[in-house]
């Protein structure tokens, strides 16, 4: 069975987004620029929301052929065109850049990818997130906590009927006082 992730970037008070989906609140540096980059190199399948896609697809298919482009961005958008993904919508929505558009029910189609042969799935998108959650299908959450407090937003985690007890693998620290988390699920 494969192994899906949940990781993003967290506020310290929990929120992947502030209000109005804003992201500016996140602290850049090389390094852990570097750390998503491989990520994206190491997924076998990206599961995407709606929104995240959007946000995604309106950046990286052209990123590396804008002026001043770095030779890590450059990187990262020729990674994430070649990652195959999978966007979940109920509605039609365009996608392309080796993706492919679901608007049936996506536990359905997380349980039947996850039980498919291949390597990791990443999930990305508090809404799909928070759904596979509930669902009890995620097997590894990661946590890139920025040392901000945005106060409301979107948060990183939903509402659960049932705990889930989770066991710390990795802890790292970026500069400008990132750091990073990695939990398992224990079943």
Known sequence: MR????????????????????????????????FWSDRVGATDL??????????????WPTADQQPGATPAHIEF?????DMPKVVFSS?????DWNTRLVTSDAITEITRLKADEGGPLDIGGATLAGAAMRAGL???????????????????FTA???????????TRTFPGGVL????ETTR
């Open 3 to 34: 192994k899906l992730t949940f990781a993003m970037s967290v506020s310290v008070d929990g929120y992947v987004a502030a209000p109005g989906d804003d992201l500016s609140w996140g602290t850049s540096n090389d390094e852990l620029f570097q």
């Open 46 to 59: 990206a599961l995407y929301g709606r929104r995240l896609w959007e946000g995604m697809s309106s950046h």
């Open 77 to 81: 958008a020729g990674r994430w065109r």
């Open 91 to 95: 509605s039609n929505i365009p996608v």
């Open 138 to 156: 995620i097997d590894e959450y990661t946590l890139v906590t920025h040392p901000v407090l945005v106060g409301d937003g979107i948060p990183f």
């Open 160 to 170: 659960l009927d049932n705990w889930v007890n989770l066991r710390l693998v990795e």
């Open 180 to 183: 990073l988390t990695r939990y």
